[in-house]
């Protein structure tokens, strides 16, 4: 099963949490932290302008961003936990 984002929204896979510190020490479950990053599964077309011209984004599938806490809506699409962002709501790519 597929998504195919609309408009100027992008549908994005969070990164795995990490278990263990710069340091070497391990988490236990309830430490961890969900991570604010996460790779680029699809991308809508764009927004569409009051002049009926989409503007396309500046993202494209594969990308790694960064984005808010708190900024995303969470669906389950078989084992995988998926991300549904506005373009407005990611931070920046991570080039690298």
Request: proline share 5%; hydrophobic share 35%.
């Amino acid at each position: 099963m597929n998504i195919r984002p609309l408009q100027d929204r992008v549908v994005v896979k969070r990164k795995e949490e990490e278990t263990t510190t710069t340091g070497g020490i391990v988490l236990p479950g309830s430490a961890t932290e969900k991570p604010s990053q996460g790779e680029v599964v699809a991308v809508g077309p764009g927004r569409r302008m009051e002049n009926g011209d989409v503007h396309p984004l500046d993202l494209k599938e594969g990308d790694t961003v960064l984005f808010g806490k708190y900024a995303s809506n969470t669906v389950q699409l078989g084992d995988d936990e998926l991300l549904i962002l506005s373009e407005s709501e990611i931070f920046g790519v991570v080039e690298g």
